[in-house]
């Protein structure tokens, strides 16, 4: 029995052609597509798939959302993720949403179609030549958690306040403490976080989520 697929991606050329390579050995049945994310959760409640293969940028919901909606849902259909973005940001991501498998689209046909049949395994695939990247990012990941930890409550508020834009007496103001404290407290901080100013400062903190744009 085929491994039945669904292709999601804005552009029905790079539809027809993936689904013709997939098609070739009989292996793996394209049994539905969609334009955009609305219609891949459409689509999904009238078909049962096995993988679906899913671009990041699309009209109306992303790929990342529509990954989100379907973990939400508790489908179980296995998502590869088929994209042109390197960016390891985008792959950790989609890891920490709870992607399958995650692929560039200028890989080729064999490389597709063993992402599609070890992710229907049960298996998780990552692109090979993203793994390095992603370890490196892991383990910066792992090592900003940790400064984080090292702060204490009032540095934390501090540096929100700092990555909001705020300067000292502001800080001092919002928090009814000293000009003084706070300089003290953004020492600290900065020396905890490896932080030569405030700019590097507000980068880390939204880079780890302590503040939200």
């Known amino acids: 029995m085929p491994v039945k697929v669904i292709l999601t991606d804005d552009h029905s050329m790079i539809r027809e052609g993936i689904k013709q390579l997939l098609e070739i ?19 999904l409640k009238k078909v049962k798939a096995d993988v679906l293969l899913l671009d990041i940028n699309m009209p109306n919901m992303n790929g990342l959302q529509v990954l989100e909606k379907i973990n939400r849902a508790q489908n179980d ?9 390197n960016e390891i940001e985008y792959l950790i991501k989609a890891i920490d949403i709870g992607i399958d ?15 599609i049949f070890s992710i229907y395994n049960g298996e998780k695939y990552i692109q090979p030549e993203l793994t390095p990247l992603l370890n490196q990012k ?16 009032r540095e934390l508020q501090i540096l929100k306040l ?4 705020l300067f000292n007496k502001e800080i001092g ?16 901080l900065f020396k905890k976080i490896d ?8 980068v880390f903190a939204i880079r780890n989520n302590v503040v939200d744009l």
Do not use: P, W
């Open 25 to 43: 050995t009989g292996e793996i049945e394209v049994i539905g597509e969609a334009a955009d994310g609305l219609e891949c959760l459409a689509l």
């Open 77 to 85: 259909v296995k998502v590869l993720m088929l994209t042109v973005h």
């Open 101 to 115: 498998g995650y692929l560039l689209k200028d890989s080729g046909s064999e490389e597709l179609r063993k992402a």
């Open 138 to 153: 892991l383990v910066e990941k792992e090592s900003d958690l940790d400064k984080i930890h090292s702060l204490t409550k």
């Open 162 to 165: 700092i990555a909001e834009g």
């Open 173 to 188: 103001d919002r928090l009814n403490i000293s000009e003084r404290t706070v300089k003290n407290h953004v020492f600290n």
């Open 195 to 202: 932080a030569s100013d405030r700019t590097q400062a507000a």
